[in-house]
């Protein structure tokens, strides 16, 4: 039995974040993604630097092809750079109403820093960025994107690994009940043909008038239905297939996805064909197993 747990496996959930510097910029980008269907991308840019989102577009696509992603940058300017400078119609009013009110009310004149502090006197501003400068800067940020992404990458393989282990292991258990089913005493030509020759018993007591022939053709339908061959020898194809896709990784959730809907509908069958309790119930814990894999499947891309 083969244990799965290729390294390129990726999870769809996971967490990175970068930070990095252009003098006299500081930014950050933070990424997140969850379980999707596809691939549903959406960013949150800091002011001013919508112009790179179809960049960030791409750097996503090229990297992932499933899950829900969340990207988000922020942008700081060096405290030295701001310029301040004094609203010069905001300070006229203050001092105007100053001198008014100091006519009516007798009361030590304000300080100056209390002026300054009055919302609206001072005002902060940045200097806009030369056009060669802020094109670094833009690239840095880039820079540092790709940084979170790589580092998302690999958070998200470290995951898909451990899901790899798992399914391993549930294929395993797949397989031994799958071989446990084949071997059920219930399948022994000594069991199978004591139950036909029931059934033709039966047949006879309440045949109606029914010929030989059609008697023995009844048998031959009944004994049909009963044979699960066709359902244990693809449950063994499916846990292989399912064997070589973990091992060659990448993105196959969804082909996984639909291979385990092919083995649940075999154990379906297997135990609507089932005529020993024994073999039902073995049946059973294959389709549980089958439900275990497909939560599983779920979280892979």
Do not use: Y
């Not at 959930?13 to 959406?42: H, K, M, Q, W």
């Not at 790179?52 to 060096?78: D, H, I, P, Y």
């Amino acid at each position: 039995m083969t244990r799965a747990g290729n390294s390129l496996l990726q999870s769809m959930t996971g967490f990175a974040r970068a930070t990095g510097t252009f003098d006299p910029v500081a930014f950050s980008c933070e990424v997140r993604t969850v379980n999707a269907r596809g691939l549903d991308i959406r960013l949150r840019l800091a002011a001013g630097l919508d112009g790179l989102e179809a960049s960030v577009r791409r750097l996503v696509s090229a990297r992932f092809s499933r899950g829900s992603l969340s990207l988000s940058v922020a942008m700081t300017s060096a405290a030295d750079r701001a310029q301040i400078s004094v609203n010069e119609p905001a300070l006229a009013a203050v001092l105007a109403a100053m001198a008014d009110i100091s006519e009516r009310v007798k009361a030590d004149p304000p300080r100056l820093d209390a002026i300054l502090a009055l919302k609206g006197v001072l005002e902060t501003s940045e200097p806009e960025l030369s056009a060669s400068t802020e094109k670094q800067v833009h690239g840095a940020i880039l820079d540092t994107i790709e940084r979170a992404l790589d580092d998302l990458v690999s958070a998200r393989r470290v995951e898909g690994a451990q899901l790899g282990e798992i399914l391993g292991s549930l294929l395993d258990e797949i397989e031994t009940l799958t071989a446990a089913a084949k071997d059920h005493p219930a399948r022994t030509r000594s069991a199978i043909l004591a139950r036909l020759q029931n059934q033709i018993a039966e047949l006879m007591e309440n045949q109606a008038g029914l010929s030989e022939d059609r008697l023995h053709l009844e048998a031959l339908v009944l004994a049909t239905k009963a044979d699960i061959r066709e359902e244990l020898d693809r449950l063994k194809v499916h846990v292989s297939a399912a064997r070589d896709l973990l091992a060659g990784g990448g993105p196959i959730g969804r082909r996984l996805d639909f291979l385990s809907q092919e083995f649940n509908r075999e154990a379906n069958t297997l135990c609507s064909k089932s005529n020993d309790v024994s073999l039902t119930a073995i049946g059973l814990d294959l389709k549980a197993a089958i439900d275990r894999l497909r939560e599983q499947v779920q979280n892979l891309e």
